[in-house]
């Protein structure tokens, strides 16, 4: 689709006055300056790079042009996305672990299992059950020597690209003494790598930095820091409020080719989905799950949820799986993972994990069926 | 010309649905329940229903931790074979009686006794026996140990004055007039009917949250599921339980409008008889299911993902290795010539009787008549003869459920979190409308049920979806998109993934 529209964006850009700082944002300079916009796409990276990048298919942006401007972006956004599979992965794993006795009092915990958790432990020290494993397994004498910690991903990581990190994220781990598993680290060792191949240096500055981002922070105004889902509602149906008002006005004064940039490429929906995304992660990320959920269920474009897309990132998914392993609604994370599961084979692990949770919650309850 | 008719019925509709009060709810239902009590629940509609008007000893909590609601406290016998639950004493029936360990031993009662046939009875099979300490304490013994039983003991309580004795029966005057204890009492069966549910101001909630924020909840039969989401729009009603796919966007672009996901572990399928010649042929089953186009039949009810097998594929005991089977109207010829057909001028046939298949589809079933028109056709393609028989409530309750007189069914079944299939697919199981019987579909369902770790459950019901996959008791069709849809005049609103209503004590009216 971009590339239609941008095959049409020679005429002179529209500048009204700025009112306001939706007005200055990347989506306005799109829309009143399309030819800005088509040069700013061919000499940061090309034109394949960002129509990858603006469908959030990060995957295909990184084996482009290396260094550019859309390949240092997709970077950042794939650590940031395995990062949030790290936590709904970490969170899932160790609350299994700490549960195990209490659910199978009858069943030893796997080897691997209590590797894996004492593991998660030491490597995210900030998940709510991992004080709760520690003083349980140092209490129960259950530990692993640092030669047990050996197989997994992120102790063996060193230097390692993400590609042939996420070539063999789709199969278990064999271990001699753990057994076959799924090693919880893998999306924080594929962070790591990510992290890792990143330049310093911000991803451009201007235009190719902001292009199918959030909106300018301005634009948001004082977000709610509490975990009450109603602030968040209405924080969130005021900035929609604003956005409508926006979307309407850009429209009004755009050229023939402004417009079919912002209907086309659904520029708003776009710099909606991104915001609302980045608020989540700041939720997610501040103990406040329940607005984490709130907003990224916002973000998605439900008519289409089974499908990364312009509107529908990764990262959106990932949240929506984490934020329900934080609120407890474990069964409900899983929904969100399948749309991953074919492109990011190391979501199969994640999966499983917190399968394993929602099963072990539901071990001595007894199922409702009905019809329709 | 149909346009403006349409225009004329729809503006009638409207005024006859009217403006709401300013704490009323109005929810569409695409068929009102067809009877409140819980004993005999079967649909999500009932489900819905029960939850606005009746209580259970635990629920879950926002974390979908069982907490009590009914029950004051729990202590399980060191053995885990006994549990003595305390029940709270400021409860009272909508009717001013107080409830008492009565009832819940009334209840258990009911729902075992094999003369109620309740469909929940299943829910009780875990408990040997139950009986009064004192008004207020009830003790439960347990077939097996038991490490978490209140996690079981959520099924609703009814009241023992209600009924003059058992067995419970469905046509019981109190499925018109029924009491329980739960946020809303049932006002009134309309003319058109809906329902009119009044807040009960002798509500406890648990945690101490003993308001209820809405005075009014007033349920919409709207049949034409089509026609649901414009009135959502149109500000008639002020919530949709179940959204058509195809109209996600449309909602999603209206900002009056919020999307809530409600509860995904749905799936569709056409169910053989396999008690009735030729269903008990699996050469026939295999053949009409490869006859199948399935994509093609579900493109044009919205966005899903196809199955295999009885969970939808997000589920942790879904089998990813499970393959489907192809659309291969030349593989299934084969089959059926294999199993003594012959295909002539006018379709198969064996013995000199064609062979027709009668499809029997609930008319309530949204989608169902585009889904079954589509099946017909491409079955007839094929040279298969198909009656189409859509059966109305009555109808498919005494002859889909008590008579089991079909020949396929075409339905959709909906679990909650913990999508315990074996009610379906066990030998005898209360749900088993195809008459599924492999010993060794059973010996895995058992091996999950016992199972004590979720590795080994898992493991388990992995296997069971491949097996019944194998067995083909059905065409395992699709799960679709699940979202409920409210107006953002309701404030403070959680949905609960499955019972819709659970919190709605919480909810406001702007």
Redesign the interface.
Known sequence: MIFFVLAACQQAPVVPPAAEPLDVSWIATVVREPSRFSSTLEQNGGRDAWIAFHKNDWLNVHGTVAGSVPERRSRAELAAFEGVLWVAESEALLT?ADG?K??????PA?KWLLASAQRVAELNRDAPAADRWRAAAAAAGVGFDAESAKPFAVDQADGAAADVLRGLSGVPLEDELLGRFWDPTRPLALQRAYRSGAADEPAGVGLPADLFGTLPESVMGERPSTDD??AC?TFS?AM??RL?AFDARLAGGASADGRALLSDLRLVAVGRSRTLTSLALDALLNRRGNCALFYA?QAL??????EVSPVNSPTVFALIAAANVR??????A??A??ALRATYPETIGVI?TI?????????????????? | MIRFCFCLSGLAALAMIGSASASQLRYAEDQAPATVNPLFTTSMAETRVNELLFGALYADDHTLASAPQLAESGELSTDRLHMTVRLREDLNWQDGSPFTAKDVVFTVKAMKDPATASTEAGRAAFISDVREISDHSVQFDFVRPELRPEDRLTFKILPAAAFPTLPVKRTDGFRLAPIGTGPWSLVKFNDDNSVSFAANPGFHGMDGRDDVGIAQITMKEVADKNYQAKLLLYESIDALVRVLPRDLAMLQSNRKVELYPYQTNSWWYAGFNMDRAPFNDPKVRQALTEMLDVPDMLAPIGTGDLITGPYVPSSPFYNHDTKPFPHDPDAAAALLTAAGYQRGADGWSKGGRKLTVTVSAHRALESGQEVTINLQSQLQAQGVDVVIDFLDEAQWRQQVWKDRNYDVVLSQWTFDRNEDIREQFYSGGRRNLTDLKDPEVDRLLDAARDAADPISRKAALRQAHQRIHDDMPMVFLWTLDSYAALSTAVRGVTVHPFSFFAWAPEWRMQ
Not at chain 1, 102 to 107: G, L, M
């Open positions: 299994l195990w209490a659910h199978s009092p009858d069943t796997p889902v109603e509602r149906q929609d409020a409508d269920e474009d439900h008519a289409a949820s089974r609120t407890g609604h474990v069964r409900e899983l929904d993972l399948t499983e399968g394993d949770l929602a099963v072990q919650q539901g071990l001595d309850r007894s199922g409702v069926s009905r019809e329709n």
